[in-house]
């Protein structure tokens, strides 16, 4: 039972993560989004970080298809995601605290 709760916790640790180097590579685009523990947890049920970016791009930022190409977008936000990612586990760090971009950005703006 121990171990079983370990397992989920180190499961909970890496979405967490992963999340956060989402939000990093957002922020790093210039993308005002936010992805928190909810809006995580909705995409985690579709398989691949990439289909999820298509799924997200499709219904929550639909004005910027009209603009980009989903393909240059999603690798855009995967090559800055690796990059974040890497930049965060580099040092060994298993859980980092959330960050949300999107409201320094807001600010760095003055909206």
Known sequence: MFTAALDQYSADDAADLHRNAYNAA???LGLSWYWDANTGDDLAVIAGGRNRLQHYLE??????LKVYEADFLIEAIQ???????ENMTACGTRMTRP???AEIQRGEVGV
């Open 26 to 28: 957002f922020y790093e």
């Open 59 to 64: 219904t929550c930022q639909a004005h910027l």
């Open 79 to 85: 090559a800055a995601k690796a990059r974040c990612y």
């Open 99 to 101: 960050v949300n971009w």
